[in-house]
């Protein structure tokens, strides 16, 4: 627990493919992101880099007829 964090994520997203099956409208994107945050008890720490870490990983997307939209998500860290 602390008292105070920060939290970031950064992320591209490019559709890769389009079809319909069954009559279902399917997109499907892939997603690399990094993610990166901090957390403290003592605000002078916040602006110390020392105490950030950060993730990266790869995403797979699916939109099902635009409003569903179904999520993968793999990352790794240190």
């Known amino acids: 627990?602390?008292?105070?964090?920060?939290?970031g994520n950064i992320e591209w997203r490019t559709r890769f493919a389009q079809t319909t099956l069954f009559k279902q409208h399917l997109a499907f994107s892939v997603v690399p992101f990094v993610d990166f945050g901090s957390?403290?008890?003592?605000?002078?720490?916040?602006?110390?880099l020392d105490n950030y870490r950060?993730?990266?990983?790869?995403?797979?997307r699916i939109a099902w007829n635009v409003n569903t939209i179904l999520r993968f998500d793999y990352a790794v860290s240190k």
């Open 54 to 60: 950060y993730g990266e990983g790869l995403g797979l």
């Open 39 to 48: 957390a403290w008890d003592i605000f002078d720490h916040a602006t110390s």
């Open 1 to 7: 627990m602390a008292r105070g964090m920060t939290f």
